[in-house]
């Protein structure tokens, strides 16, 4: 399928700002999805072709953590070769069961991650003392979390980063970067069930990718210095629009 100049810059840079997005607090995929369909792509290629073009947008966030001493790989490996699990076996999954139920609950969990963070002005400021073991969090909710981004996907950055703060009483910015690493590991994971099954457009899916590695990165620079002021509103904001997007949209 062959897109003409105009619409694939136009897609560059929906997936730039999808990216800022997506690096700061998530929910990309309400621009880049919708911008894929406009495309007239298919839709299981706009699923392929937005999860690869999301994959380096985590990459390029991650990248831009680690350089920030944001994120600290050996200190949470563990988590991510868990994540990597989990998100292959929920891929393997959807292929079996369709997600049809666990998909009307998410419009529920995320509107209360958006009530949690705009009632809860504090939230991440500094580290409190953390709520389950570190094992549990490796083994337990870094699987579960991937295993959700290979069935559904919607929102786990936001509850990557929002159980590290909860669960392991991190601050918003260490759990906010983790969650760029852990993600994109579960991307990877189920991005290559796509390719596998051939329905990436690999010619729309890279130029996507130039938007998406710039403008997450300089995303994940904002979140460095913007901190949780500015973090905080985003999430706030980006939960609700994925909220009247699944109410009203799906």
Known sequence: ????VDVLVMLTLV?????FLDA?????GLLTIPALLMANVPTLYTLGTNKLQATAGSLS?????IRKGKIHPKQIW??????FVGAVLGAMAVQLSPPVLLAKGIPFLIALIGIYYLFAPNIGEVKSAPRISKNTWQYGMSPLIGFYDGYLGPGTGM???LGGITMRGLDMITATANAKLL???SNAASLMFFILGGKVLWSVGLAMMVGQFIGASLGAQMVVKGGTKFI????????FAMLIKYVFFS
């Open 1 to 4: 399928m062959q897109l003409s």
């Open 15 to 19: 997936a730039g700002i999808a990216g």
């Open 24 to 28: 700061m607090a998530g929910g990309g």
């Open 61 to 65: 966030a991650s990248i831009t953590m």
């Open 78 to 83: 563990r988590s991510i070769i868990a994540c």
């Open 159 to 161: 509850f990557f980063a």
């Open 183 to 185: 993600n994109f590991t």
């Open 232 to 239: 905080r509103p985003v999430i706030v904001v980006m939960c």
